[in-house]
């Protein structure tokens, strides 16, 4: 199955720029539905972008105009391009793979395979 890992979270002032990457192995990226999720402390993960395979892509209300999500198959890697950050956007930010979808889901539980996080921090 698929393994991930992120990288690219860091601290970045109110209105910066941030671009998360998630390196996928065990198998392409390509075959799965891709998304990016993030979690404050005590509170529910939740959807941020997914990406499908035909180039489709969803987001959430609160992103939407300033994350891009997109995907490179031939560095088997997924992308998420944060601009103008706001400080509710600190959170540790999750890539995750599923193969069984062929639309863009943001639902944490439609997701089997995470990576370990990287943390984002807005001020």
């Known amino acids: 199955h698929v393994q991930l890992v992120e990288s690219g979270g860091g601290s970045v002032q109110v209105g910066g720029s941030l671009t998360l990457s998630c390196v996928a192995s065990g198998d392409t990226i390509g075959r799965h539905c891709m998304g990016w999720f993030r979690q404050i402390p005590d509170r529910e993960r939740e959807g941020v972008a997914g990406?499908?395979?035909?180039?489709?892509?969803s987001y959430a209300d609160s992103v939407k105009g300033r994350f891009t999500i997109s995907q490179d198959n031939a560095k088997n890697t997924l992308y998420l391009e944060m601009n103008n950050l706001k400080p509710e956007d600190t959170a540790m930010y999750y890539c995750?793979?599923?193969?069984?979808?062929?639309?863009?889901?943001?639902?944490?539980?439609?997701?089997?395979?995470w990576g370990q996080g990287t943390q984002v921090t807005v001020s």
């Open positions: 995750a793979a599923d193969p069984r979808w062929w639309f863009p889901t943001l639902k944490p539980d439609e997701y089997n395979f």
């Open positions: 990406i499908e395979s035909d180039g489709s892509t």
